[in-house]
């Protein structure tokens, strides 16, 4: 037998694994097909430990399911645009396509070194021409449907990064996702996806993906934000109530609140205060308030202006907004805490009902009128029935949301109030009869701004004619393909480079300006998994036949950081691609979950996988707490690191680095080999003794050729009935274990199948130290077998190299193409069970009884093992809970 060494072992399997292209995917397969898939990484430097964790569960489960029968996709590539890659060569003084190219080459050659079952033909780089291609074929499709538009509108703006910021991409308190600068709002010209076309789809069919977890969609349900609620209109006028402009329209939830009205709100970026400062006429003192506001606005991030501590601010525009619902003029202000991006950028401010709308009415001494009080509320009774308004203040320290009762409120007083209400159902009806106003359903959910005025991102294919305005380039001229020689360092773009930008009008021949923006990173990574089905089409991003016969992905597995952005993202591409006729066609009735496919849905399951800690705190270089993988390969092999990751913790939750923890898996493997190595028969008795005690018992007498001696004790019937004793418990044991490693490789419980495979080399060892002469051969050999067609996919060089040497199965073919062991159910059951006793509730003894044991039998055992504690005392009560325990109540 030789010794275990995975430097040797595991290089010697990965080039042979490479040179019979194992790991490349069938197309038209007879096997019914499985897609595994990992978020791709980003190509920002080495491999980390967070990178190991989410690429070996995925390809645990990859080879799990190849074993069961199934065609296997398992891809790779790289989301390789982006701002980091232009920072990084800024600070190196390099090109962003080869500080991106050398990186990606080095996290191969390590991905490669942990044996990860890639199929490498469909490598996909998302800023090599032959992708990008495709995603500016996809914009243009999307321009055709209706589903592109450029505008002017207020953006978030990250100073550091010199670029524009979807609103998912800032983070609360307003910070930038990348930097962690403080993000400022700007009004410029961009271009947007319109992801709010699909905003009730989006919302709707998260109720379809039973394999997600419950938190990412109550996430992306939250980021969707749908209101029900109604919009009304109001009336612009000047103090004496004469109209002086078009009417302003507010979206609310609450219309029963509608008569507790004081004031009236906008955004600083509604276009009607920029109407006020431009006119000439406006007071000077008003125009100036309105203008320090605005510019003080522009300062702050959404999440610092929304913050409910934070002070509000306010300034009077001298204009007024009538009430429709009983005539009265409320006074127009401008507050900084009221958003553009959501609902109309104007509200009508309820300070009674509002916290915020409360602070602002003391700061500035507007009314609070009451209009929806608790039941217990003592102004109740002094308010009952009371139509008009008689009161305009409370003595209130803060506002009430809740339902209640509505009062000061026409027609509707004494009718309940409250989101959804009798009252505000009723309000929003006369409303409509009025026509000042009609039912309406808001989304939280913004359209997706693509514009980024950096260089290395995917050129956006539009450009610019005097003659004929916005241009798409056409398809035929496509790809726009990103020149490499701009000098970023010397902080050059795209709009510093004319060969770029100055162009002809396909329409009319003359000058065109074509567009210097780059599109959103996220972009690329929104259908990169449909790419991966049909990787080297040159002739259209991806063949339908090929994706419907492969989405949507059976399993993805990334972290929880992209629950919002690409995950989102990825949904909506997918359901636009439907639309425009790209997925879900023809075969569709054949697809693995055709409903979903239809519904757009790309990803059937979702794994979000926990980080890797040390010390609690998250690994990085800034902390100087990152252990490389590299150096724990090259000390314990990929297979110890590969196992030690996934026995550490569930693959959910975070795992706290433990040098220790990877010494003692280390540990375990090497005892593992030595194990089969005697399970198959390859080690003499001695060694097998030695081996059964985890190598550390001194060696039995034997004779010269290293049998060992006959013990005449061991060969007596005794020993005869125990040998046959543990025949049973480990054949037995051996059924159990295989039945609880497939079911916790479906589940993703990987630390507790090693911990069951562990089990049974325990019990292995313990049938070893019997006399070979007593132990039976095929029964261990089984046994081996058993253990490292388990253990494959999670050590695949260490079983491949058992599975060839120690069980002599080379001829058989690699363990990866084995069949996944099957088990025996009732061989697997125990012939008793171990019960606990409680008696008043806490565990007093524990008995064992037949498996199958009659509840009087399980009594009889109970009450005497009880005995001393029950003292004579007759039980009140006793339960049975089968195979579990026994409860007993005494007085």
């Known amino acids: 037998m030789k010794a275990y060494d995975p430097q040797m072992i595991e290089p010697k399997w ?56 199934f065609n296997v996709l398992h891809p790779i590539g790289w989301d390789s645009f982006g701002l980091p890659a232009e920072n990084a060569a800024i600070r190196q003084n390099s090109s962003p396509a080869t500080w991106t190219y050398t990186n990606i080459e080095r996290q191969q050659t390590s991905l490669a070194r942990l044996g990860f079952s890639y199929d490498w033909s469909r490598v996909i780089i998302t800023s090599d021409v032959d992708y990008y291609h495709w995603g500016q074929w996809i914009f243009l499709k999307f321009w055709e449907m209706g589903l592109v538009e450029r505008r002017t509108s207020p953006v978030n703006w990250c100073p550091s990064c010199a670029t524009v910021l979807a609103n998912e991409q800032v983070l609360g308190g307003g910070f930038c996702w990348r930097c962690d600068s403080p993000v400022e709002r700007r009004e410029l010209k961009q271009w947007f996806f319109k992801i709010t076309e699909y905003a009730e789809e989006l919302l709707n069919d998260l109720d379809k993906l039973d394999g997600w977890p419950e938190r990412v969609k109550q996430m992306q349900a939250n980021w969707i934000g749908k209101s029900q609620g109604a919009e009304v209109i ?73 913050s409910g501590e934070r002070e509000k601010t306010g300034a009077f525009t001298g204009h007024y907004a009538k009430n429709p619902v009983n005539g009265e003029l409320l006074p127009i202000w401008v507050s900084d805490y009221v958003l553009m991006d959501y609902g109309t950028g104007a509200v009508m401010a309820v300070p009674s009902g509002d916290q915020r709308d409360f602070e602002f009415a003391r700061k500035y001494g507007l009314p609070i009128p009451p209009v929806i009080l608790a039941p217990d509320d003592p102004l109740l009774k002094a308010l009952a029935g009371q139509r008009e308004r008689v009161q305009n203040d409370v003595d209130w320290q803060e506002a009430y949301d809740g339902s209640g009762v509505m009062v000061q409120s026409g027609e509707f007083t004494g009718l309940a109030g409250g989101k959804d209400s009798e009252g505000a159902a009723a309000v929003i009806t006369w409303l409509e009869g009025q026509g000042v106003g009609r039912a309406a359903v808001n989304y939280r959910l913004r359209d ?153 849905e790309p990803f059937a399951h979702l794994l979000t996988q926990g980080m890797v800690k040390l010390n609690g705190e998250v690994m ?21 690191l590969r196992v030690y990751i996934l026995f550490m913790a569930p693959p959910d939750k975070d795992l ?89 490789l479906k589940r993703f419980n990987f630390n507790t199948a090693i911990a069951a495979l562990m089990e049974l080399s325990n019990s292995a060892s313990r049938y070893l130290r019997l006399p070979l002469d007593l132990r039976d051969q095929a029964l261990s050999h089984r046994v081996a077998t058993t253990l490292v067609l388990l253990l494959a996919p999670m050590a695949p060089h260490f079983c491949e190299e058992l599975w060839d040497n120690a069980l002599g199965n080379a001829a058989r073919g690699s363990v990866h193409a084995q069949n996944w062991p099957s088990f025996d159910a009732a061989l697997a059951q125990p012939d008793s069970v171990e019960l606990a006793v409680q008696v008043n509730g806490k565990i007093k003894a524990r008995v064992c009884v037949p498996l199958h044991a009659s509840e009087d039998e399980v009594r009889e055992e109970a009450l005497a093992a009880a005995a001393s504690i029950l003292a004579g005392r007759e039980p009140k009560k006793l339960i049975i809970v089968p195979n579990k325990l026994v409860s007993i109540v005494v007085e």
């Open 656 to 744: 706290e680095w433990s040098q220790e923890g990877l010494e003692g898996i280390w540990r375990f493997l090497q005892r593992l080999w030595r194990q089969v190595f005697t399970l198959s028969g390859q080690v003499g008795q001695v060694e097998a003794e030695r081996q059964a005690d985890g190598g550390s018992r001194d060696a039995h007498a034997a004779d010269a050729t290293g049998a060992r001696v006959a013990d005449p004790v061991k060969a007596n019937p005794a020993a005869t009935a125990e040998a046959e004793e543990l025949r049973i418990l480990l054949n037995r044991e051996t059924h159990r274990v295989i039945g609880k490693v497939s079911a916790d």
């Open 448 to 600: 997706w701004l693509i514009s980024r005025q950096r260089y290395w991102g995917n050129p956006i294919p539009a450009l610019y004619c005097d003659r004929c305005g916005i241009v798409p380039v056409p398809e035929s001229d496509l790809p726009v393909v990103l020149p490499l020689d701009v000098d970023v360092t010397a902080g050059k773009g795209l709009a510093d480079y004319p060969q770029f930008h100055e162009v002809i009008c396909p329409r009319c021949g003359g000058p065109a300006y074509r567009e210097t923006d780059t599109m959103d990173t996220f972009t690329c990574s929104s259908w990169y998994f449909l790419r991966y089905t049909d990787a080297h089409n040159d002739t259209a991003p991806f063949a339908s036949t090929r994706a419907d016969a492969w989405l949507p992905v059976d399993q993805y597995i990334g972290g929880i950081e992209h629950a919002i952005l690409h995950l989102l993202y990825s949904r909506f591409f997918t359901k636009a691609l439907r639309d425009a006729g790209l997925l879900g066609q023809g075969s569709v009735e054949l697809s693995k979950n055709a409903e979903l496919l239809r519904s757009g």
């Open 620 to 640: 990085s270089k800034s902390k100087g707490n990152v252990v490389a993988p590299e150096d724990m390969i090259a000390t314990y092999g990929a297979d110890a």
């Open 234 to 306: 109001f009336e612009l006028c000047d103090e004496h109530g004469a109209l002086v402009g078009e009417p302003l329209t507010v979206f609310t939830t609450r219309a029963d609140t509608l008569f507790g009205a004081s004031f009236f709100l906008l955004a600083p970026e509604h276009p009607f205060v920029a109407q006020l400062i431009a006119d000439d006429n406006q007071a000077a003192d008003t125009r100036k308030a309105l203008e320090d506001l605005v510019r003080s606005a522009a300062t702050n991030s959404v999440a610092e202006r929304s």
């Open 14 to 69: 990965q080039a042979r694994w490479a040179e019979a292209g194992s790991n490349q995917t069938a197309e038209n397969s007879e096997k019914p097909n499985y897609y595994v898939l990992e978020m791709f990484p980003y190509p920002s430097g080495d491999v980390h430990l967070g990178h190991v964790r989410n690429y070996t569960i995925g390809d645990v489960l990859s080879r799990f399911q190849r074993m069961r029968g």
